[in-house]
């Protein structure tokens, strides 16, 4: 996981991309210098940043079968960081030009930094928010009075929103394919196709599918390894499968440790997770390769003994339950109500 509490902003561009009509939805304002910042706003902009990024990142390569220039421009900072001013300039006008009449206006910023040792350039979308400054004043009559001024273009409050963010690493892109990480806070786990693909010619490293087999896998196994009593286990990996089977478009790996891991387990879960490599951020689900699989849960006993059962059927105080004997440890399986219906030899029809 991408440690982003490391990351340092250099030179900063910022353009201003406003609604104005239907017909033409969208103008921008430019800037020819980079921003003037104190010390505290860079750290509080970087801090932005750093918050939308943190639990939402997810991996992202050159997606060649788009035609954008934005990998090109970034690759051209990097070779001439003189050329930010004028890149960054050509990216707002291709951010204008492919974003839908419905998207919101906002900021473009184009930023070159640093992670760690690692040179990065990061491109984001920040909203803007009106909102009311008071300032208390005494008037002629020598009473005081609240003084009200509408701010329209406020950028950065403490509620304003990053909408988008790449950080793009250069250590990552020495091949000349250009990588690095995105998260979209606004879509609740998916990516705006036209920021993601159609204006920064990028996708997902790893596809929806793959992302989502490899969390059931690999949680799983976390879920295993883990120091959870037979019972909590049995609870864990039935609110697994239900989390995957839900109607939810996203999932949260973070989210899901939060909800359903006892609390004195979850520091416990989430190194456990961050060791097997566990997509914890959140991304789009897709249970297409995995659908078999939430059909049923398997427990694999000892002395080669093996239920499955689908997972409504298995848990604390459900029909087959798993508890642990105090005298000696071991564990009892319990199957109840219901009809015995066909029992089989192994490997008859």
Known sequence: MTSYSLLSLGDIMMHQI?????????ELTMTEE??????????????RLVDALRSRDLPIVRDSSVVTDSPSRLLGIWGDESTLVQQSRSMAEDLKAKQPG????????VAI?????DDVIVVAKIEHQAAIRIETQTNDAGHQVFRLERLKDLVFGDGA???KVAVFSRAASSTGQLSGDVADVQNRGGFANYFLSAFLGMKLREEPAVLTEQFLTRMTKVVNDSTL????????QSALVTHLSSNASAVDGHGFIREYV???HQAEISGLAAHEHVPLSQFPKDASQVASRLKRLRMDYSDGIVVIAPPEVIGDGKRIQVTQSES???DTITISGGHLGDVRGNGSR
């Open 161 to 163: 929103r990053v909408y």
């Open 113 to 117: 930094g640093t992670l760690g040792p």
């Open 262 to 264: 006892p609390e004195g």
């Open 102 to 109: 419905q998207a919101l206006p906002g900021l473009l910023v």
């Open 18 to 26: 406003t609604r104005v009509s239907r017909e033409a939805p969208f």
């Open 34 to 47: 980079p921003v003037e910042l104190t010390p505290q706003n860079r750290e509080f902009l970087t801090s």
């Open 328 to 330: 000696d440890g071991s």
């Open 229 to 236: 009593t037979p019972e909590q286990k049995l609870d864990l």
